[in-house]
């Protein structure tokens, strides 16, 4: 016979490697595939919904290693029981049907009993492909090299649910890998998932839900960045805590702002910094606007934003010689974000915890400052370690007598 190798590319897939046999005397042929592409990092489970005749009709990537079940029939065709195939759902399920009627003939003399159960089966898993009631089709592939079509890529698929998940021991053993005998950092995993809960809106008291991430920032240390997003509303809010302890000591940091460049560099504001800019008399105290995780160009803009929001400074009420200082204090600010005009630009976090990026790390830079300072009684007792007791705060044993 003749052997055709035909290397092709999915779709929103990868490539793989179709293989096609066919003989002449006796007209047998058969199809085979094989990924092009290595094992991937994560093994890979797809679950479909099937509700209609299109969705029998879906392509569907199956490697020798994939299982696949149908839940509501109790029905699963096991890892390296098949070899990998290029097809669709029905095609799945007729490959099903012709594998147990193989053996039916031999079985209806030998057994009658099991015969006439698998006749049954064989009609349950035709019925199937009417798709009278709906059903669930799961292929689960701990290589990550199989693959059921969504006809509305790059859309979102409702009917179609895919998880990505780290492989076991007994899978990594199966595929031949060797397996690390050092369990996961738990930390490294926080690094490198989103993680998800439920939550009301700040706004509309809508359910909505809240991402929270942990980033390492170079040369600092690690921040926890948590965003809101109300589907309800729009309301959309961001906020940064910091990943560590307080500092032993409070932090000061001053920029020095001479070019357009400096309002790139990174900036992490906590909820305990203040900011200062003296050329603008201007101050924030710490709590206003939270803690974000930005560059200095976005701070300054949230800062315009929030003095041109300030309702003491809007309406009917707001004299004219209030309205006109408002107006020149923000065309200040607004020289300094368009990079025509010089200042400074002081941080100070008694915690320790916030960040402005050094562009010429690990060097010095010349236009930054960071001063280390030891916090006051008041900054202590703001920060509630005063009543903190790390020290010998366990409860003394009772003397017996």
């Not at 299982?67 to 290029?86: H, M, T």
């Not at 998932?193 to 600092?220: D, G, R, W, Y």
Request: charged share 30%; with cysteine.
């Amino acid at each position: 016979g003749v052997t055709r190798l035909l290397l092709t590319r999915i779709p929103f897939f990868k490539e793989i490697i179709v293989s096609s046999f066919c003989c002449d005397s006796c007209s047998w042929s058969n199809t085979e595939i094989q990924s092009a592409g290595r094992i991937q990092e994560q093994g890979v489970r797809y679950t479909l919904s099937v509700t209609s005749r299109q969705d029998m009709n879906r392509e569907v990537v199956k490697t020798d290693c994939a299982s696949a079940r149908i839940p509501e029939l109790d029905f699963e065709i096991p890892a390296f029981s098949q070899k990998g195939v290029l097809t669709t759902i029905e095609g799945i399920i007729d490959r099903a049907v012709a594998g147990l009627e193989q053996d039916q003939p031999a079985r209806r003399v030998t057994d009658g009993e099991v015969a006439r159960k698998i006749d049954e089966f064989i009609g349950k898993l035709r019925q199937l492909k009417e798709v009278n009631c709906p059903f669930t089709f799961i292929l689960d592939d701990p290589s990550g090299n199989s693959f059921v079509e969504s006809p509305r890529a790059p859309q979102r698929d409702e009917a179609l649910v895919v998880t990505h998940y780290r492989r076991s021991p007994q899978q990594c053993a199966l595929l031949g890998l060797e397996v690390d005998a050092k369990p996961p950092d738990a930390a490294e995993d926080l690094r490198d998932e989103v993680l998800q809960f439920n939550t009301n809106c700040p706004e509309c008291n809508a359910p909505a839900s809240t991402n929270m991430k942990l980033v390492q920032i170079p040369h600092f240390k690690e921040v926890i960045i948590m965003a809101t997003n109300c589907d309800s509303c729009g309301h959309r809010t961001n906020e940064v805590k910091s990943g560590g302890a307080i500092e032993l000591r409070g932090t000061r940091i001053t920029l020095r702002i001479t070019d357009p460049s400096d309002m790139t560099r990174d900036i992490l504001k906590s909820e305990t910094c203040s900011v200062e800019i003296p050329e603008l008399e201007f101050e924030l105290g710490m709590g206003a606007l939270g803690g974000k995780f930005t560059t200095l160009e976005g701070l300054l803009k949230d800062i315009r934003d929030l003095v041109e929001k300030n309702p003491f400074t809007l309406g009917d009420s707001s004299t004219p010689s209030r309205t006109g200082k408002l107006q020149e204090f923000l065309g200040k600010l607004q020289e300094i974000i368009d990079g025509k005009a010089k200042a400074h630009f002081i941080m100070d976090d008694p915690a320790g915890n916030s960040y402005l990026q050094n562009v010429y790390a690990p060097e010095e830079d010349p236009e930054l400052s960071v001063q280390r300072y030891e916090r006051t009684f008041e900054q202590n007792e703001e920060l509630g370690l005063n009543d903190m007791k790390t020290e010998g705060y366990e409860p003394e044993p009772a003397s017996g007598r």
